[in-house]
């Protein structure tokens, strides 16, 4: 199918499809916290199937982003090769999603609250849909060892980030207050 003329037709296409397998190979030994210890790369194609299905997003850069946004957190990924491999927009926004791992992660939880205030509007969208995407995580299969308090505060620390990206896409924002209504 190499010489299929459509393929010209959506370059998005590729550049989201490369983003998906760069992720997968980079999370390839990550499974997820919750009970049913789900392979890594369930998460991100959770964030880009939520923003294209539930927010509407089209945009390919917004969905590569979403697809690599733990990379650079919880990979040995650096910001260099993401900029080399997908440009300096995608880098630039996996970069602002992503926390600061020397500091203490109570200052990181703070500063994803106050950071969410300036994000860049792709940044937002990567970010919501990964609050979803973490709350209904926590709803389905919870971290074992998480008592209800903390999981309570969880919900509260996701809404306040949330609350910071208000009027970014209503749909996602609807989906994000549903999800949130069912807080343990
Ligand atoms: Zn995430």
């Known amino acids: 199918m190499l010489n299929d003329p459509d393929v010209d037709k959506q370059p998005g296409m590729g550049l989201v499809l490369r983003a998906a397998r760069f992720a997968a190979w980079k999370h390839r030994h990550q499974r997820r916290k919750g009970k ?38 919880d990979t040995q990924t ?20 992503s926390d600061e791992p020397t500091l203490d992660w109570r200052v990181r939880k703070k500063l994803q609250v106050t950071r969410a205030k300036t994000a860049t509007p792709r940044a ?23 008592s209800v308090e903390r999981r309570r505060a969880y919900f509260d620390w996701a809404r306040e980030v949330v609350e910071q990206l208000r009027g970014t ?9 549903q999800v949130y209504r069912q807080r343990p």
Not at 79 to 97: A, R, Y
Request: with cysteine; charged share 25%.
């Open 78 to 97: 650096t910001v260099q090769e993401l900029q080399g491999e997908f440009g300096e927009e995608i880098g630039s926004i996996v970069m602002e999603v």
């Open 169 to 177: 896409n209503p749909s996602l924002e609807e989906r994000f207050d």
């Open 36 to 73: 049913g210890r789900l392979p890594y790369i369930n998460h991100p194609l959770d964030l880009a199937h939520v923003l294209w299905f539930e927010g509407q997003v089209t945009d390919p850069i917004v969905l590569a982003a979403a697809l690599l946004h733990d990379t650079l957190e």
């Open 124 to 146: 937002r969208l990567v970010k919501l849909a990964d609050k979803i995407c973490n709350l209904r995580s926590m709803i389905a299969s919870p971290p074992q060892r998480w």
